[in-house]
């Protein structure tokens, strides 16, 4: 399998619920970012891991928990979230964190918080 | 800071005719631009990316771009629209580190 995978493609859970979501990339890359894309909002940058490290944390909530074991493997731990939380994640991958290397996305998982 | 802004949410054009979907940037430093397109309950994708090599940047799918400094755009354009073309385009520059910003999105509709 090539690319940069997500799993699961769709999510329903509950307020209280606990859920994770995962993604991997086969391409060899060195940085995973997790991007929120909201209807009628732009993409918003959440996280980005480059060699393992967390390096941005972009003001999000503490019920949203980044993991990244290895540079193939990014997870989302989710806990006690809201509605408004519902959205399509989007995973994405780079070579490396220079200014002009594009970034591979994940066919990304739809949450429904409920 | 850097900012994207991309005019029109909506653009539908007929079948075989040109597509242009428009993207102005704000960077206080030089710019890295890139056009994705996403189409439905999928992912994003490249279509191309300006470096500051040559200013008319060609893509996938006949798709290119000109980079015209003065005017801070970098329009996207193709000749003439399949009906698979219909999908959301997205513009993003290249912050001062390596943060992609997005635009909103233009949807774009193909009539047959």
């Known amino acids: 399998e090539t690319g940069v995978t997500q799993t699961p493609r769709h999510l329903v859970m509950g307020m209280t619920n606990k859920k994770s979501l995962k993604c991997e990339q086969h391409?060899?890359?060195?940085?995973m970012y997790w991007y929120k894309q909201s209807a009628k909002k732009p993409l918003e940058l959440m996280f980005v891991?480059?060699?393992?490290?967390?390096?941005e944390n972009n003001s999000v909530p503490s019920r949203f928990s980044p993991e990244c074991p290895n540079s193939s493997h990014l997870f989302l731990h989710l806990h006690t979230l809201q509605p408004e939380d519902s959205a399509l994640y989007l995973c994405?991958?780079?070579?490396?964190?220079?200014?002009?290397?594009?970034?591979?996305f994940g066919q990304g998982t739809r949450l429904t918080v409920v | 800071a850097q900012s994207v802004t991309q005019l029109g949410s909506h653009v539908s054009v007929s079948e075989g005719a040109l597509v242009l979907l428009r993207c102005n940037y704000s960077?206080?430093?030089?710019?890295?631009l890139f056009w994705y397109v996403q189409y439905p309950n999928q992912g994003l994708q490249l279509l191309l990316k300006y470096t500051s090599a040559a200013t008319l940047v060609k893509g996938i799918n006949g798709f290119e771009a000109e980079f015209k400094k003065s005017e801070t755009s970098f329009h996207l354009t193709k000749p003439s629209a399949h009906m698979s073309d219909a999908a959301e385009y997205f513009c993003?520059?290249?912050?001062?580190?390596?943060?992609?910003?997005f635009g909103s999105g233009t949807r774009l509709l193909v009539r047959p």
């Open positions: 891991y480059n060699f393992k490290e967390q390096t």
């Open positions: 994405a991958s780079s070579q490396d964190t220079r200014r002009n290397t594009e970034a591979f």
């Open positions: 391409l060899g890359h060195n940085a």
């Open positions: 960077s206080s430093v030089p710019p890295y």
């Open positions: 993003a520059v290249s912050d001062s580190s390596y943060k992609l910003i």
